[in-house]
């Protein structure tokens, strides 16, 4: 599904740039985030590194084994993309350690933490103005 969305929008996933992740809490209100988000285009999956007592982790666990919808985003003046799917929680050691190895790679080294999850995003919808 992203695979084919060329080279732009693959180069502007891997530039360093602040993202948002938006969750819905149990009210039906968006809960929306500043995060740092790496991108799997073969897999189609964006990650999210955080702690597993975080607030976007309970929404996200509120939704069960199904998980939520959710969307993480980015810009860069003119260029905007956002990637919608359903949201999963991964905990799995092996899992961790991928995404914080992907997430040192776009950002930087993540702080130890040993309560960190992973939030995972299989995309279904990408869309944007790369």
């Not at 209100?29 to 976007?56: F, Q, Y």
């Not at 092996?94 to 950002?107: G, I, L, N, Q, T």
């Not at 130890?112 to 992973?118: E, F, I, K, S, T």
Request: glycine share 10%.
């Amino acid at each position: 599904m992203l695979t084919n969305k060329g080279a732009d929008f693959e180069g502007f996933w891997a530039e360093r740039h602040l993202c948002t992740l938006t969750t819905v809490r149990a009210d039906g209100t968006p809960h929306v985030v500043p995060v740092g988000v790496t991108v799997d285009v073969e897999a189609g999956v964006a990650r999210v590194i955080t702690s597993g007592t975080s607030h976007k982790v309970r929404h996200v666990l509120a939704g069960g084994e199904d998980g939520v919808p959710a969307a993480v985003c980015q810009v860069d003046g003119r260029r905007w993309s956002t990637l919608e799917g359903r949201a999963v929680v991964r905990r799995e050691p092996e899992v961790v350690a991928d995404a914080e190895r992907r997430y040192a790679a776009r950002y930087r080294t993540p702080r130890v933490n040993p309560q960190r999850v992973v939030i995972e995003i299989k995309v279904a919808r990408a869309l944007g103005t790369v």
